[in-house]
């Protein structure tokens, strides 16, 4: 099991850019970010393949997220420019896919983080 811990959530204005990070205390071959709102389902928004280029992005934050990760500190990174109210959500930090390293299916997912807040006010 790899324990992962994330920070950089916080309060934006619409428009306006965070930076998430997710520290993993192992190697792992795949790392995503995810985010929730409470009363609804967990959705997968950027999962990358480490130590190579390959990502993958939801629809609803394609060219507005960019995920990256640096693997000398084991650190997965979430950029957010162009932030939307609709971002509003529990921002959780995932690894180790079963399957595909591609799925964005939080089930395909086994390590996870504690989460944190980000809130985007119009």
């Known amino acids: 099991e790899v324990h992962l811990v994330e920070s950089g959530g916080g309060s934006v204005q619409a428009g306006g850019s965070l930076r998430l990070s997710c520290v993993a205390s192992?190697?792992?071959?795949?790392l995503g970010w995810f985010r929730q709102v409470p009363g609804k389902e967990r959705e997968g928004i950027a999962v990358?393949?480490?130590?190579?280029?390959?990502?993958n992005y939801a629809d609803s934050v394609k060219g507005r997220f960019t995920i990256s990760e640096d693997n000398a500190k084991r650190t997965l990174y979430l950029q957010m420019n162009s932030l939307k109210p609709e971002d509003t959500a529990i921002y959780y930090c995932?690894?180790?896919?079963?399957?595909?390293?591609?799925?964005?299916?939080?089930?395909?997912?086994?390590?996870w983080g504690q989460g944190t807040q980000v809130i985007v006010s119009s």
């Open positions: 192992a190697y792992t071959y795949s």
């Open positions: 995932a690894a180790n896919s079963r399957g595909s390293w591609r799925s964005l299916r939080p089930e395909d997912w086994a390590d």
């Open positions: 990358k393949y480490s130590g190579s280029s390959g990502t």
